[in-house]
């Protein structure tokens, strides 16, 4: 090995990035996982795959000035981390939110440099965004700060160098207001972003693909169990858009979706999410953009206020909202009350000490690099067509949505399965790894 053990070599990923903890935390997921397939492969480590697969090939930051309704000026710091572009141009969302730090972004463009590989698509890993909070902003400031975002930015990204996509905070408008600052920049209309509205080279199923995607994979991971989300009752939490396509997705296919959640608390519905309620959730977040406490003022149900919905009796729990938010405790619980899969639509939302509460149960358990590629797998097929000038119908894309998160879980049961068990944080790791180490080694010293 280029280094004597992985202890010393995670001693020197963490001495190299100081404080960066959600960084360290998924290097060390990754290093855990294919530590053995490196260690009995020297071409890995005559190349030195792992110590140059943890360092950016490049990351920008900037400042992000712009003027508020009130005639302020105001600041916010803007980054691109471009990760990764041994098997194609850099991907990866832009997150707006005040959490974001260089940390959140490495952490989320490493992660993404395998999950791009999964999806067998040509992807490079990249990830950015700004500390900016859209959140009580007006239109018009959104729009300026937008603007001013791309007015940096744009000067690394385009269609075959980096092509960056929503996240958190990042939905329809956010897309818009960046296009077409981009746009008036460079003159020229292009593919550069993704998640853009279909009017103007977006791709249909886009927005439903990550939850839509988090439920094909679940669905796939519990027919190894021969069974299906046939009434199951399934709790999930987030209410953006990644939560609302996934409860879409389980209500289509007879599940029972009874949790919902935002930063200020849990909705619990005893009786169900319907269509009904769930046409009332989206317009409440996506247009009204309000708090999920409104559904139980409308519908009933409880709301347990800063609380997480993973006490509540499950057979599937999908956590979509966001990093470290499903911890040991409530691994436990959930096991404790029976849950058979857990299938993560958000980005490393468990902790490390809660995967091993699900592993050491034999819980069926993916990670989100497999279970929620299906967003930036649509992503991808957003850039094929623009790149063909053509536009496939919904069918077609989901159709190709569909058989992408098979081919995920065939590739995370190749290399996961372990007797009778199939780990799939090693699976999707390792097969994620596997055509990115190759490429590299294929390209050289670069």
């Given at each position: 090995?280029?280094?004597?053990?992985?202890?010393?070599?995670?001693?020197?990923?963490?001495?190299?990035?100081?404080?960066?903890?959600?960084?360290?935390?998924?290097?060390?997921?990754?290093?855990?996982?294919?530590?053995?397939?490196?260690?009995?492969?020297?071409?890995?480590?005559?190349?030195?795959?792992?110590?140059?697969?943890?360092?950016?090939?490049?990351?920008?930051?900037?400042?992000?000035?712009?003027?508020?309704?009130?005639?302020?000026?105001?600041?916010?710091?803007?980054?691109?981390?471009?990760?990764?572009?041994?098997?194609?141009?850099?991907?990866?969302?832009?997150?707006?939110?005040?959490?974001?730090?260089?940390?959140?972004?490495?952490?989320?463009?490493?992660?993404?440099?395998?999950?791009?590989?999964?999806?067998?698509?040509?992807?490079?890993?990249?990830?950015?965004?700004?500390?900016?909070?859209?959140?009580?902003?007006?239109?018009?400031?959104?729009?300026?700060?937008?603007?001013?975002?791309?007015?940096?930015?744009?000067?690394?990204?385009?269609?075959?160098?980096?092509?960056?996509?929503?996240?958190?905070?990042?939905?329809?408008?956010?897309?818009?207001?960046?296009?077409?600052?981009?746009?008036?920049?460079?003159?020229?209309?292009?593919?550069?972003?993704?998640?853009?509205?279909?009017?103007?080279?977006?791709?249909?199923?886009?927005?439903?693909?990550?939850?839509?995607?988090?439920?094909?994979?679940?669905?796939?991971?519990?027919?190894?169990?021969?069974?299906?989300?046939?009434?199951k009752i399934v709790t999930i939490s987030g209410s953006g858009n990644v939560a609302q396509y996934a409860a879409e997705k389980v209500l289509h296919f007879g599940g029972k979706v009874v949790t919902l959640s935002d930063s200020n608390g849990t909705i619990y519905d005893p009786e169900g999410l319907t269509e009904e309620k769930l046409a009332?959730?989206?317009?409440?977040?996506?247009?009204?953009?309000?708090?999920?406490?409104?559904?139980?003022?409308?519908?009933?149900?409880?709301?347990?206020?800063?609380?997480?919905?993973?006490?509540?009796?499950?057979?599937?729990?999908?956590?979509?909202?966001?990093?470290?938010?499903?911890?040991?405790?409530?691994?436990?619980?959930?096991?404790?009350?029976?849950?058979?899969?857990?299938?993560?639509?958000?980005?490393?939302?468990?902790?490390?000490?809660?995967?091993?509460?699900?592993?050491?149960?034999?819980?069926?358990?993916?990670?989100?690099?497999?279970?929620?590629?299906?967003?930036?797998?649509?992503?991808?097929?957003?850039?094929?067509?623009?790149?063909?000038?053509?536009?496939?119908?919904?069918?077609?894309?989901?159709?190709?949505?569909?058989?992408?998160?098979?081919?995920?879980?065939?590739?995370?049961?190749?290399?996961?399965?372990?007797?009778?068990?199939?780990?799939?944080?090693?699976?999707?790791?390792i097969a994620g790894f596997l055509k990115v180490a190759d490429s590299m080694i294929a390209q050289g010293c670069v």
């Amino acid at each position: 090995m280029a280094t004597a053990s992985r202890e010393k070599f995670l001693e020197s990923v963490i001495a190299n990035n100081p404080n960066e903890t959600l960084f360290a935390q998924a290097v060390t997921e990754f290093v855990d996982a294919v530590w053995e397939i490196v260690a009995a492969n020297p071409k890995y480590s005559r190349a030195k795959i792992l110590e140059r697969i943890v360092e950016p090939e490049r990351v920008l930051m900037f400042r992000v000035p712009w003027i508020d309704d009130a005639g302020e000026i105001q600041i916010n710091k803007g980054y691109r981390v471009e990760f990764n572009s041994a098997i194609g141009p850099y991907k990866g969302g832009l997150r707006f939110h005040p959490s974001v730090k260089l940390d959140t972004l490495k952490f989320l463009g490493f992660e993404q440099i395998f999950k791009n590989s999964l999806t067998t698509l040509p992807m490079g890993g990249g990830k950015g965004g700004s500390n900016f909070d859209p959140k009580g902003k007006s239109d018009n400031e959104v729009m300026r700060f937008c603007q001013s975002f791309m007015t940096e930015l744009s000067r690394h990204i385009g269609p075959n160098t980096d092509v960056p996509a929503g996240d958190i905070g990042v939905g329809g408008r956010e897309i818009g207001y960046m296009f077409g600052q981009y746009k008036r920049l460079r003159n020229e209309f292009t593919g550069v972003l993704t998640g853009k509205a279909p009017a103007w080279g977006g791709s249909l199923i886009r927005p439903e693909a990550t939850g839509y995607g988090t439920v094909y994979f679940a669905k796939e991971m519990l027919a190894t169990k021969g069974t299906t989300f046939e009434g199951k009752i399934v709790t999930i939490s987030g209410s953006g858009n990644v939560a609302q396509y996934a409860a879409e997705k389980v209500l289509h296919f007879g599940g029972k979706v009874v949790t919902l959640s935002d930063s200020n608390g849990t909705i619990y519905d005893p009786e169900g999410l319907t269509e009904e309620k769930l046409a009332f959730v989206m317009d409440l977040k996506n247009n009204l953009r309000g708090r999920i406490k409104a559904y139980t003022e409308k519908f009933g149900g409880e709301y347990w206020e800063r609380e997480r919905p993973w006490k509540v009796k499950c057979d599937i729990a999908l956590p979509c909202a966001t990093q470290n938010e499903l911890e040991e405790d409530d691994a436990k619980q959930l096991v404790a009350n029976g849950v058979q899969c857990v299938a993560e639509g958000a980005n490393m939302p468990t902790s490390p000490k809660g995967i091993a509460v699900f592993q050491n149960a034999k819980i069926l358990f993916s990670p989100g690099k497999a279970s929620n590629a299906g967003g930036v797998a649509t992503s991808g097929l957003e850039m094929v067509q623009n790149s063909l000038r053509l536009a496939w119908t919904r069918e077609e894309v989901d159709a190709k949505l569909i058989k992408i998160m098979k081919d995920i879980h065939g590739a995370c049961i190749k290399y996961g399965t372990e007797g009778d068990y199939v780990n799939y944080v090693k699976g999707a790791n390792i097969a994620g790894f596997l055509k990115v180490a190759d490429s590299m080694i294929a390209q050289g010293c670069v």
